[in-house]
T-cell receptor
């Protein structure tokens, strides 16, 4: 079974500063990794995903993430955040044989202030 | 349609009432998932359909929860005799295949409030 840990429940940051949201996963099989963003009262929007190949993945809105197999991590980064990036961010993992469901972390709330 | 559509967007139910939540997945998507997201939490898996077959319902919290997808497209999640602990956002997602590499598209969810 897979699991995801997002250690930071909330990350406050000033506008134009860099940010890193941490994600660690646990799995006994090869995995696919995802980051989703959720704005208030909305569904989940895919930011980026890692399936295979290059460990540095670029997504929408200037976000990127790096897959580190040895550290079982998939941290999300942005070099310069905007007020509009304020939202809840979820890391998720899928993998294994048969059908593959997404297993989510508990989320990290990114709060960007001026 | 272009995306996953869920209705109603909001639902207020009195305790003990039955509710039905609808999910219209992307046309042609084989896989359909239901998730429950409690306030301040990540989504939790409820059940999975591959076409019309319900292959996994291990996440359904009680026998008051029932889901169906009779023709392999639209799905309905039904909750009988709603309780306050059922208050949550119910998310539906669909995927073209069964493997994660096809990605998952989520609807906007139905926010259920049981009073």
């Amino acid at each position: 079974a897979q699991s995801v840990t997002q250690l930071d429940s909330q990350v406050p940051v000033f506008e134009e500063a860099p940010v890193e949201l941490r994600c660690n996963y646990s799995s006994s099989v090869s995995v696919y990794l995802f980051w989703y963003v959720q704005y208030p009262n909305q569904g989940l929007q895919l930011l980026l995903k890692y399936l295979s190949g290059s460990t540095l993945v670029k997504g929408i809105n200037g976000f990127e993430a790096e897959f580190n197999k040895s550290q079982t991590s998939f941290h999300l980064r942005k070099p310069s955040v905007h007020i509009s990036d304020t939202a809840e961010y979820f890391c998720a993992v899928s993998g294994g044989t048969g059908f593959q469901k997404l297993v989510f972390g508990t989320g990290t709330r990114l709060l960007v202030s001026p | 349609g272009a995306g996953v559509s869920q209705s109603p967007r909001y639902k207020v139910a009195k305790r003990g009432q039955d509710v039905a939540l609808r999910c219209d997945p992307i046309s042609g998507h084989v896989s359909l998932f239901w998730y429950q997201q409690a306030l301040g939490q990540g989504p939790e898996f409820l059940t999975y359909f591959q076409n019309e077959a319900q292959l996994d319902k291990s996440g359904l919290p009680s026998d008051r929860f029932f889901a169906e997808r009779p023709e392999g497209s639209v799905s309905t999640l039904k909750i009988q005799r709603t309780q306050q602990e059922d208050s949550a956002v119910y998310l539906c997602a669909s995927s073209l295949g069964v493997q994660g590499n096809y990605g998952y598209t989520f609807g906007s969810g139905t926010r259920l409030t049981v009073v």
